[in-house]
């Protein structure tokens, strides 16, 4: 046969290109003329003549397929005259006639990324005909090395998503908030769904992801209803297609985490310098006892954690198959701190009929193994023990002489190691989903989809105090054991009706339509007992305690249920590829609320003109593409509790009653027939731009978020009501901010390319009203319940005002101290007082603690076969209140302290005061963080019949961090209603060192 090479400018129309997996493969029988195919066989590369590996190659009008190999080289059967269609992320689409020749396709890349394919629920969309604010990020573009879920992937990747991970603990995973706090009361977690199904960010492990997209703005989360306003994360999973070449895939990785940075509290020899010079102290340090103890380091370890993944991917003509296999073993740099975890995936997809029928079951199984002794709830570690270790005179041994723990009689005092040690637990968890779907396609670009999910997690959990534990050796607990599971049941039902049709060549159409039904049950049980005969049976036979009979035994059982229904619909229109439309309409009904209530409606309508298609614009050649869009929707947010609508009456303490004792029965909750969801209206405005043929691009957007309706629990008279508060929907909350990215690639050459990847974002909140007609507060403020000091301070530490912003720090505001080191304040009106004489009524806004911008900046680089990806990101215009500051910088307390605490404060006097929450421990937050570094290298292999691929590298995770914040770390929790506490009690965020290995066979 004759060879031909076919340009990529005479390869015909640029079909839409398949972004959302890197190898997407149409491969089913091709019916009829059987005997007049042959095998039509070639290569593909790209403009620099560098092999394209899965690169899909299909028959248009067919389902014959099939997918280049490592090499760029492919067959496929074909007859003379059929136009074969080649399809690739990151390239343009292109079509060639087959001509009985072997053919060599040159690809050009799609330097524009409009024909990519977007996730945008219940579907998906070509970039380039998005109206909404949507972000998407693909697997290329993933942070690298030990992330702990899927969240940490896209860390500083998507502009106004916030993600934190203030956590070095293995078992605790990131911090999502999207475009600010949109509820009082609920939770700024987004909806994530896995392949179309709610889920988790956890559901799937991170090395099984294909690509993840954020609808970020109402217009695009309106379809989703009660469970959008925090916005929409859609996961997608590594899959095979028909045809698809049989391949496995091994990723793995092993790495070393150690604290970030260590707190400088007095070790030994710096305590016994300040008794020689003349420091006295009660409590903790009172005497030396003639030891050199780094308390930190005996609980604390270099923590080495591994990960393996393997994926088999491979189909034939009719039929693709994936499975997955995940091995996670982390460890936490606490001792006994680990997260053992397997996950199980298999996807197969099967297509009869001439592929009018098409038969998808998918089941995801993964067991979660992690120590327990934490505490009787199932936690991980108690951060108790963290803050024991800093306090802890360094001069104190770890045991006595006769082998016991040394402990001493100190008001909160206990030895650290004794306390991790002696506590023993584990808690297992266990997830199946099972998922299968049947799609019908009734004629030509009209689908029906059916699809059923059911979904199971258990828990059980076990917790035991031996008798040389603390809770026995000082307070005769004699054993202390606890035991917990709780089981999980949902069912998850969707039915879809898609509608697609090209008219007249210029209006393109699309219409969904679909039925949702979701109900969920949760129940368990726990019970715990104390004085034990023997530690042999830790919690395993909770009976032979005898707590019960003293009265000191606890148990509880529950049981709840909830249901989802909706109808929803969606009309797509686009005429001449210039001005585009979407609307949508969700009809939701919820058994959480009100009898009045049940039911709401959330439409959402955008739309978009593509102003690079307009011949006014087409004439200014360094515009390749410009795209206004504008937006509107309403999305809702659930109660989290089953039954808030509903008057309860709950059994209460007893009382002594014709000689025998009863319990009481007591109003629990009072009957709101009106509760309903609140309700989020936002606008959007954004721009879409590509620049210098591609070299640069990005978007803007402009928002502007109201939540109505916004539920909170407000105290009302009994009588007339039964009970003391009520939960209603008064609030009004309004969010508003600009975003922006921005991508450029500065050099592109054959051997060397450097792309770069810019966002910025800020936001400012609100609370409007806390008011309705029937329910009005007293006062124009109130204390969030979330911060609290805790002893001795004792006091709230933030402050919310209507007309005022969510996160507003409230305490005495410092200027100077006394020559006897005693705190001056100033008050309200300006006047200095001493801190002594200072009562609640001088407090007042000392900062705020969620940051007004972010930004990140992610660079990729490639030279030949290495690759460099360096992360940055960081936050600004942000306070912090340093607890440990607060608590322990301070020469009077009865504990360990910090060394600054002997600084001169203001430069002036040590301070000599009391623990007292001022402004002096509210620090700028603001940081710069080079996250992650990632440098890799793909060998060149020279026989690839057994290794088609094989990439190493070695990766370092929050490596270091710009700020001035004096505390281990300025990333903190900025969600909730009292952001910016950097607690005394908590797990440090770790630095983390990464080799490893990515195989293809």
């Known amino acids: 046969m004759k060879k031909i090479v076919i340009p990529p400018q005479q390869l015909g129309n640029k079909n839409s290109c398949l972004r959302f997996l890197l190898v997407l493969v149409i491969f089913m029988c091709l019916s009829g003329q059987v005997f007049s195919q042959k095998l039509a066989q070639g290569s593909v590369v790209d403009d620099s003549g560098v092999p394209l590996p899965g690169v899909s190659v299909f028959i248009d009008g067919t389902t014959v397929g099939t997918v280049s190999d490592i090499d760029g080289k492919f067959m496929i059967q074909a007859s003379a005259g059929d136009v074969i269609h080649f399809s690739f992320i990151g390239f343009k689409d292109q079509k060639v006639e087959y001509t009985d020749q072997v053919l060599s396709i040159v690809m050009s890349p799609d330097v524009f990324g409009l024909d990519e394919v977007v996730a945008i629920g219940y579907g998906s969309v070509k970039k380039g005909d998005v109206t909404s604010a949507i972000a998407s990020v693909k697997s290329d573009d993933f942070i690298k090395g030990a992330v702990k879920d899927a969240a940490q992937l896209i860390q500083g990747k998507v502009a106004g998503l916030t993600i934190a991970t203030p956590s070095g603990d293995p078992t605790e995973g990131a911090a999502i908030m999207l475009r600010g706090n949109s509820s009082l009361l609920g939770s700024s977690a987004p909806l994530v769904l896995v392949d179309g199904v709610p889920g988790s960010l956890e559901s799937v492990a991170p090395e099984d992801i294909e690509s993840i997209d954020v609808l970020k703005d109402g217009s695009a989360s309106a379809i989703y209803g009660t469970r959008g306003t925090n916005g929409v994360i859609i996961i997608t999973t590594k899959r095979s297609t028909k045809g698809m070449e049989p391949t496995i895939s091994y990723d793995g990785y092993v790495s070393i985490a150690s604290i970030s940075r260590k707190l400088d509290f007095m070790n030994a020899e710096d305590l016994r310098a300040k008794w020689n010079e003349g420091y006295s102290f009660t409590g903790a340090n009172l005497e030396d006892y003639g030891a050199n103890t780094d308390w930190l380091d005996e609980i604390t370890r270099k923590a080495v954690s591994h990960v393996h993944n393997v ?37 197969v997809s099967h297509s009869m009929f001439d592929g009018k029928l098409t038969a998808d079951i998918g089941t995801i199984i993964s067991e979660q193994n992690f120590w327990a002794g934490g505490s009787d709830e199932g936690y991980s570690f108690n951060k108790y023990v963290y803050r024991q270790a800093l306090i802890r005179n360094p001069t104190e041994p770890i045991k006595n002489e006769d082998g016991r723990w040394y402990e001493r009689d100190v008001y909160f005092y206990d030895n650290p190691v004794a306390y991790l040690k002696e506590s023993d637990g584990e808690n297992k968890y266990r997830n199946v989903r099972f998922k299968a779907s049947l799609t019908y396609k009734l004629f030509e670009g009209l689908n029906v989809k059916g699809m059923y999910t ?22 005769g607990s004699e054993g202390f054991a606890s035991r917990g599971t709780e089981n999980y049941l949902g069912n998850y039902t969707e039915l879809t009706v898609n509608y697609k049709k090209v008219i007249a060549g210029d209006h393109n159409l699309s219409v969904l339509a679909g039925y949702n039904y979701e109900d969920n049950m949760t129940e368990g049980f726990w019970a715990n007992n104390k004085y034990f005969p023997t530690d042999g049976y830790t919690y395993n036979n909770l009976e032979i305690g005898s707590g019960l009979t003293k009265g000191e035994a606890g148990m509880d059982s529950y049981k709840y249920s909830d249901k989802l229904i909706a109808f929803f619909s969606r009309v797509s229109y686009s005429f001449a590829n210039k001005y585009l439309f979407m609307a949508s309409l969700r009809r939701e009904g919820s058994s959480r609320f009100g009898k009045d209530h049940k039911w709401g409606n959330f439409p959402g309508v955008s739309l978009g003109w593509r102003m690079s298609e307009e011949d006014f614009v087409k004439e200014i050649n360094w515009i390749d593409n410009l795209k206004l869009r504008a937006g509107f929707g309403v999305t809702g ?15 209460s303490d007893y009382f002594y009653s014709n000689k025998e004792w009863v319990r009481k029965l007591v109003p629990a909750r009072n009957d709101n027939p009106d509760l309903r969801w609140e309700k989020k209206e936002e606008i959007n405005i954004g721009l879409d731009f590509g620049l210098l043929n591609g070299r640069v691009s990005g978007a803007f957007d402009f928002y502007n978020r109201k939540t109505k309706d916004a539920l909170w629990n407000y105290d009302v008279p009994t009588p007339p009501y039964l009970y003391g508060s009520i939960m209603t929907n008064v609030g009004e909350i309004k969010n508003q901010g600009f975003e922006a990215l921005i991508n450029v690639t500065p050099i592109k050459t054959p051997n060397f390319e450097w792309k770069a990847n810019m966002t910025f974002s800020t936001n400012k909140n609100e609370l409007v009203s806390l008011s309705n007609d029937k329910f009005k507060t007293t006062n124009d403020f109130f204390y969030p319940e979330d911060g609290y000091t805790g002893e001795p301070i004792q006091t709230t530490t933030h402050i919310v005002k209507i007309g005022g912003e969510i996160g507003n720090f409230y305490g005495l505001k410092s200027v100077d101290i006394s020559d006897d080191g005693i705190w001056i304040i100033e008050k309200p009106n300006g006047e200095r007082i001493s801190a002594a004489e200072s009562s609640t009524d001088d407090r007042q806004v000392l900062g705020n603690g969620i940051p007004k911008y972010y930004a990140s900046w992610n660079n990729s680089f490639r030279y030949k076969n290495f690759d460099l990806n360096i992360n940055m990101r960081g936050a600004f215009s942000y306070q912090i209140l340093n607890f440990s500051r607060m608590f322990y910088e301070n020469p009077k307390i009865a504990y360990n302290t910090l060394n600054s605490s002997y600084d001169k404060v203001y430069g002036k006097a040590v301070l000599n005061d009391d623990q007292r929450y001022v402004s002096y421990y509210v620090e700028d937050g603001d940081y710069w963080k080079i996250d992650n570094i990632t440098l890799g290298y793909t060998v060149n292999l020279k026989n690839k019949d057994v290794f088609k691929n094989l990439r190493v590298y070695v990766s370092g995770l929050n490596l270091h961090t710009f700020t001035g914040y004096k505390g281990i770390d300025p990333e903190v929790k900025q969600t909730g209603l009292a952001p910016g506490n950097d607690e005394r009690d908590k797990y440090p965020t770790t630095r983390t060192f990464t080799f490893g290995v990515n195989v293809t066979f």
Do not use: M
């Open 454 to 475: 059911r979904k199971s997690n258990s828990n059980i959990r076990g917790y035991y105090e031996t008798k040389n534990h603390v809770s026995t050796t000082k307070y």
């Open 311 to 347: 994926v088999f991917r491979g189909g034939t003509k009719n039929t693709s198959l994936t499975a997955s296999l995940n091995y996670k073993n982390n460890q936490g740099v606490f001792i006994k701190t680990d997260n053992e975890k397997y996950t199980g995936r298999i996807d």
């Open 637 to 651: 947010t659930n109660v989290a509790d089953s039954y808030n609508s509903l008057s309860s009456l709950n059994y």
